[in-house]
Structures are given as C-alpha cells and as structure tokens.
C-alpha cells in the first residue's frame, strides 16, 4: 500500500494525515472500542478530540517507521472497523519485523567492525578516543553478505507485505462502495422530502 511505503519514507502520504509533535504508535485498546481517539503508547498524548483525521508521528527509533494513530469515526461500521483494524495489523507486523532488522543488523555491523579491526590489530577507538571505521570496500563486504544472509528473510516479508496489502485494499474498496449507497440513500431520502 502506498500508505505504508511512504510511512517507511517518513513523509505524510496524503492531506488527511496530521503530523504529530511526539512519538507515538498505533493501538486499539478500550478507547478504541468506545469510539474515542487512541492514545500513543506511554506518552499520553492524543490528538485533538476534534480532529477527523489519522495523526503520523515522527520516525521510531528502532524501525525507523513513521506510526499512524488511526482516526476511529464515533459511529464506525464493522466494515470500516476491519479496514481500521487491518491497517492496525499491517503497521504492527511492519513496526515488528524492521526492529528487528534494524537490531540484528546494527549488532552483526558493530560485530563485523569490531572483528575487522581487531585482524588488523587495532582497537574499537583510537589514541584520540574517536571510534575506529573502515573503509568503504570493507563495509561493502559486510552490506552484500548481511543481505545475502536474510534474503529468505526479505522475500518472506515482502510476500506477507503485499497479502497485508491486498486485503486492505479490497477492504477500502469495499469501504468505499459501502460510503457511496449510503450517501446515495441520503441524497434519495434527502431529495423525496
């Protein structure tokens, strides 16, 4: 989905989304179940009980995603409340797996540094206690061994990605056919009068 991808580029994917000034993440919960705006985790922030939209919060430290407090309508039908929940679902699974990434691959670079390092016969930091690097040709050694280790890894999330996909798709599909018979019902009702 469109949505996710620029989640993951950090920037809002369309007008209807509000940046938040804190970090925050998705949930649903007991406020959630009332109708009311769902809070980020731990920080006790919520968007303006006014407002009409979903809230992106700034990157997450670990997985680098940007998370969505989703708009909840005070009369949400069961249809809209799959579509919410399954964007719900799709953002976890997404926040889950690129901590996860993030973390194996932070460690198994300072790993590779520190291993390169010490066959060369230097330390972590040297005598002036700036951290030690390698060059570029060495680090490319790690990049294409590190992707080529968890490619089975990347093909797998990349196939659960688009199922996740699919299916909200379908679902604003069907959200929005449903919104268009009961605004036409509306408008019929509204007109006979």
């Known amino acids: 989905m469109a949505a996710a991808r620029a ?17 925050s993440s998705a949930g649903g919960g007991p406020a959630a179940e009332r109708g009311e705006r769902q809070e980020s985790a731990g920080l006790g922030f919520s968007p303006p009980a006014h407002s009409r ?16 407090i989703f708009y909840v309508p005070p009369e949400e039908s069961p249809l809209e409340r799959r579509l919410r929940e399954a964007r719900q ?10 901590a996860r990434h993030n973390r194996t691959f932070r460690q198994e670079k300072e790993e590779f540094i520190y291993s390169r390092l010490k066959a ?51 679902l604003m599909g069907q959200v ?5 018979l009961r605004w036409l019902r509306w408008k019929k009702k509204n007109v006979g009068n």
């Not at 993951?8 to 804190?22: I, Q, V």
């Not at 939209?53 to 969505?68: C, Q, Y």
């Not at 679902?89 to 690129?98: L, M, N, S």
């Open 53 to 68: 939209n979903d809230w992106i919060g700034p990157p997450d430290k670990h997985s680098n995603l940007r998370p969505v």
């Open 89 to 98: 679902e799709a953002q976890a699974c997404d926040q889950r797996f690129w």
């Open 176 to 180: 929005a056919v449903a919104r268009a």
């Open 120 to 170: 060369k016969g230097l330390e972590i930091r040297d005598e002036t206690g700036q951290k030690a690097t390698l060059n570029a040709e060495e680090m490319a050694d790690f990049y294409k061994d590190f992707l080529s280790k968890n490619f089975r890894k990347h093909m797998q999330y990349n196939r659960d990605w688009y199922k996740r996909n699919f299916t909200i798709t379908f």
């Open 7 to 23: 989640l993951r580029g950090g920037g809002c994917c369309c007008h209807r989304h509000r940046c938040l000034l804190s970090s």
